[in-house]
């Protein structure tokens, strides 16, 4: 348990839907994140909130749109996603800012599958 | 371009030692760090470097050589729980983090 917590766990979803994943972290982070893992790819950095502000956006496409509410709280909306997106959405937290050790603290993860 | 290289793969025996190289070229240095990810669940912190030298924490120790752009991590007393993937990642001059694609460790008994 590392004090962030994603929802749901598995998600199969059509190409016309629309969908939600959740992220909450339990950790009085600052700074939260979204990536996608692919098999034997590295991490990709999708999107980072500090303070509850978008710092990055790495060239997602517009069919994925996140929303930060609070730093506790990290949403990504899904609509009419490909069958290439399949793949492991990862949140994590970390302290924030730029100074020091700043350890990302990972979620376990949704499994997505579009179909 | 930024890159992070890593061996995809290593195999090796309960009770040995391992030691799962990392080269990197990043604009800027902040700190490399390595992670832990078994099968199914999210990477966990094993190690942070920012200084030359070795980091030694109980089985697990990680080198680091800003010069030649290297790190090691190396693991001691093998158990087959240390069969999982270790992330290597850098923090380059804008604070992010670059990640490399892992490497799979499959312990044999």
């Known amino acids: 348990e590392t004090g962030v917590t994603q929802t749901p766990r598995h998600l199969v979803m059509g190409m016309t839907n629309k969908k939600s994943l959740k992220c909450e972290q339990h950790?009085?982070?600052?700074?939260m994140y979204w990536y996608k893992q692919s098999a034997k790819k590295p991490l990709e950095l999708m999107f980072v909130?500090?303070?509850?502000?978008?710092?990055e956006n790495n060239s997602v496409p517009s069919r994925f749109s996140p929303e930060c509410p609070n730093s506790s709280h990290l949403f990504l909306h899904l609509h009419t996603l490909q069958p290439e997106d399949s793949a492991l959405y990862l949140c994590?937290?970390?302290?924030?800012?730029?100074?020091?050790?700043?350890?990302?603290?990972f979620g376990p993860g949704t499994r997505l599958t579009v179909t | 371009g930024q890159n992070i290289d890593q061996p995809t793969e290593m195999t090796a025996t309960e009770g040995a030692i391992v030691q799962i190289n990392c080269t990197y070229q990043?604009?800027?240095?902040?700190?490399l760090f390595w992670y832990q990810q078994h099968a199914g669940e999210a990477p966990t912190f094993l190690s942070y470097?920012?200084l030359d030298g070795l980091e030694e924490k109980g089985r697990f120790s990680s080198f680091l050589s800003r010069s030649k752009g290297y790190s090691y991590l190396l693991l001691k007393e093998l158990q087959m729980k240390d069969s999982a993937s270790y992330l290597c990642?850098?923090?380059?001059?804008?604070?992010?983090?670059?990640w490399g694609a892992g490497t799979k460790l499959i312990i044999k008994p």
């Open positions: 909130y500090n303070f509850k502000e978008q710092t």
């Open positions: 990043t604009s800027g240095f902040n700190g």
């Open positions: 990642a850098v923090t380059d001059s804008n604070y992010q983090l670059i």
């Open positions: 950790l009085g982070h600052n700074a």
């Open positions: 470097n920012v």
């Open positions: 994590a937290s970390s302290r924030g800012g730029s100074s020091g050790v700043n350890e990302q603290y």
